[in-house]
């Protein structure tokens, strides 16, 4: 039974020990920066033949030519038809899901006309090509495809172009089979920095692209923050959280498993529960020890709720509302009586989960929402992937004659007011009579 982090809010270090416990450092050294930056100068200087050293050198893959890297089309659609039927049912089940969701999320072009003739507005356009990176190998995650590739395909992107690394040449046919469904243009079996340098600077045969969203290791999410600026990125994400308030009045071997559904991912992943009733407390973690025995992935569950596990007592559910908007957790679930009156008072969190009926883990997979969240406390000032993410926001400004003349004294006064002569007169010039 891991020992698990005991808090509660009428302690006078509560907030300071809370903070201490949300505390976490990405574990991208100096040494990993330096190897990064080594990776991605290479790729941009010597492009395809780069990329194909480190693969080889990386994913012990021993490949001649970029060619050999492309998945084609018609080996996805073969993974599709090999896996179970109840796989690929889910899968297609989950696209669905996902892109009806995604469909309310689309943003229009607007515009008006002032009395003078003016026309004001903004235009929306979808990103050219966007990049998606998905881990490979043993691991599977068909689902990172989905919720990465399907708003990408709701806004409109003509290409995305997924990475995928294959080491040793292993397939996952469900990741295969994702990309078949979610409509990737392109599949390369490449990954690693490699990887993200290739879709940010392009080479021979990568097109650059102008996004790249997607999880993967230290390597690739340090490779993301130095690329970012020569395109864009989704976000650094952090280890996976979930914070779950409950009232008392649910199962408590529920309460558990949910825990334990974050804290599976790795060591570093971070679950807490708060509660008003501290005997309900007590109750989980009973559950805790009587579950986790049965848990395959049992020695990363209880060193993650060891090191970053807590059971936090507060006076009230309006207390618990502090302490949810100062964790700004990843996954929120609220297991309460009025699950919906709580989540209207949230203001930092990834995703809302109302109601005890209500699993985090349907929000991975296929509740329809993305289940790419900021973490890290983040929260406060990011929001879930989405169709916006992969949309591009032009302001439209027109002009009359009348709203020249209109305009152009205050841009006139405004721009001498910063020392700008040729702003002013630029502005002026189109005030005057034609030819005066």
Known sequence: MPEITRLDSAQADFRERLGRLLEWESVSDDRIKDTVRGILDDVRRRGDAAVLE????????????????????????????RIPADQREALRAAAERLRAYAGHQSMASWSYTEADGTVLGQQVSPLDRA????????????????????????????????????????RNDMVMAAAAIAGVDRVIALGGAQAVAALAYGTESIPQVDKITGPGN????????????????????????????????????????????????????????????????????????????????????AASMAERGALIKVRDLDEAAEVIDFVAP???????????GLAARVR???????????????????????????????????????????????????????????????????????????HARSAEYRTREEGG
């Not at 994913?59 to 080996?75: F, G, Q, R």
């Not at 990125?233 to 779950?244: H, K, N, W």
Request: aromatic share 6%; glycine share 8%.
């Open 54 to 81: 480190y693969t080889r050198r990386f994913d012990h893959l021993d490949v001649a030519s970029m060619a050999e890297l492309e998945i084609p089309a018609a080996e996805l659609e073969a993974a599709l038809e």
């Open 330 to 340: 990843e996954h929120l679930e609220l297991s309460v009586a009025d699950a919906e």
């Open 218 to 301: 230290v390597f690739v999410a340090t490779a993301k923050r130095q690329v970012f600026g020569t395109v864009g990125i989704d976000m650094i994400a952090g280890p996976s959280e979930i914070l779950v308030v409950c009232d008392g009045q649910t199962d408590p071997d529920w309460i558990a498993m949910d825990l334990f559904s974050q804290a599976e991912h790795d060591e570093d992943a971070q679950a807490i529960l708060v509660s008003p009733d501290g005997a309900f407390l007590e109750r989980v973690a009973e559950s805790i020890e009587r579950l986790l025995p049965e848990m395959p992935r049992r020695e990363i569950i």
């Open 131 to 170: 990049g998606l990176y998905v881990p490979g190998g043993k691991a599977a995650y068909p689902s990172s495809v989905l919720m990465n590739a399907v708003p990408a395909k709701v806004a409109g992107v003509p290409e995305v172009i997924m990475v995928v690394p294959t080491p040793r040449g292993e």
């Open 348 to 422: 930092n969190a990834g995703a809302i989960f109302m109601g005890r009926y209500t699993a985090e883990a349907l929000g991975d997979y296929c509740a329809g929402p993305n289940h790419v969240l900021p973490t890290s406390r983040t929260a406060r000032f990011s929001s879930p992937l989405g169709v916006y993410d992969f949309q591009k926001r032009s302001s439209l400004i027109g002009c009359s004659a009348a709203g020249a003349a209109n305009l152009g004294p205050t841009a006139a006064t405004l721009a001498r007011g910063e020392g700008l002569e040729a």
